[in-house]
């Protein structure tokens, strides 16, 4: 009967499980991590998913996504922590001049492709708010994104050429391959203090208090930081496993690489950032926002502070 019950215990309790999205330049390190560093009791699986499965699947130990995703889970799931910080990335708008666009602020009155309910749709409004311009003084496009040309004809990329839009602004590499579908044409904006994605790694105080599986996740972000050191120290010694990983092109993956800072660690105005985003997605989801306090219990860099 003891050796029953271990048998049916052990196996629940090896092994780290991590959702994140697969098809994305910022999840690549995690990955990595996995393959060339990772020392845990077990191992750690890759699934797709996100931080949403942390809320709702207690099988999910850590999962990845941009701060966004996080504070939107974080409203309904007070037990979620973000822990770390893999990429910070500042999204990119490409417009096409031939639609007189010089500045940002010509914007106003134009066709802009993003993903509502999205960092992305977070970063059009903040970067329109930036120069005064209003959300009910442009419009927004759906499209999708696109990592490898020939981009589909539903793509932002494709709409941006076919002049069904006047611009568009969403993670890499669709602004990338935007830019280069229309060459000249192209003008970029783009502006890390009014905003950057802050894609991070994030657990719930239940892992992180089970000690078991608090030193697989020490461990693990252990590996990711051996991962971004040379993802900055040696880009060109994986250049190759990224394209692979998110299938595109590694010209494109070189192209984009100065806009994703493997950082680590967040930057000191990331508190604040927080704090003004979760206002604004409050009110766009129609909840109370968290208080500055809450806000500062949600990021936990008490992992970090282990390593
Ligand atoms: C970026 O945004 C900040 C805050 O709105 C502004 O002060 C700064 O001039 C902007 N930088 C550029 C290069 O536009
Ligand atoms: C984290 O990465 C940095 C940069 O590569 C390195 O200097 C530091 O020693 C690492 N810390 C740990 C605990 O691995």
Not at 54 to 64: E, K, P, R
Request: hydrophobic share 40%.
């Amino acid at each position: 009967m003891y050796y029953l019950l271990v048998a049916l215990f052990v196996p629940l309790t090896l092994g780290l499980k991590i959702g994140t999205s697969l098809q994305w330049i910022e999840h690549t390190p995690q990955p990595y991590a996995v393959r060339n560093f990772y020392k845990g009791s077990s191992t750690a699986t890759i699934s797709s998913g996100g931080v949403a499965n942390l809320g709702s699947d207690t099988s999910f130990d850590l999962a990845a996504n941009a701060e966004t995703q996080g504070l939107k889970q974080y409203a309904n799931h007070r037990n979620i922590r973000l822990i770390y910080t893999i990429c910070e990335v500042p999204y990119r708008i490409v417009a096409n001049k031939a639609s007189g666009i010089k500045t940002l602020a010509d914007l106003k009155g134009k066709k802009i492709g993003t993903m509502k309910g999205t960092s992305a749709g977070v970063f059009v409004q903040r970067m329109m708010a930036s120069v005064g311009i209003q959300e009910n003084q442009y419009t927004i496009a759906s499209g999708n994104v696109c990592m490898k040309a020939p981009c589909a004809s539903d793509t932002l990329p494709a709409m941006l050429k076919n002049k069904q839009i006047d611009a568009f602004g969403i993670w890499e590499a669709a602004v990338e391959l935007g830019a280069q579908a229309i060459g000249d044409s192209a003008i970029i904006f783009q502006n890390a203090s009014v905003y950057r994605e802050i894609y991070s790694l994030y657990s719930t105080t239940q892992k992180l208090n089970d000690p078991a599986k608090r030193k697989d996740i020490v461990a693990f972000v252990r590996a990711l930081n051996q991962t971004l050191g040379v993802f900055n120290e040696k880009p060109e010694s994986v250049y190759d496993f990224v394209a692979k990983e998110v299938n595109m092109d590694v010209k494109v993956v070189k192209d984009v690489w100065k806009d994703h800072w493997w950082v680590g660690q967040w930057g000191k105005d990331v508190p604040q950032l927080l704090v003004e985003e979760d206002a604004y997605l409050a009110k766009t989801d129609g909840r109370a926002k968290a208080s500055q306090k809450e806000l500062e219990t949600f990021l936990d860099d008490s992992v970090i502070k282990e390593l």
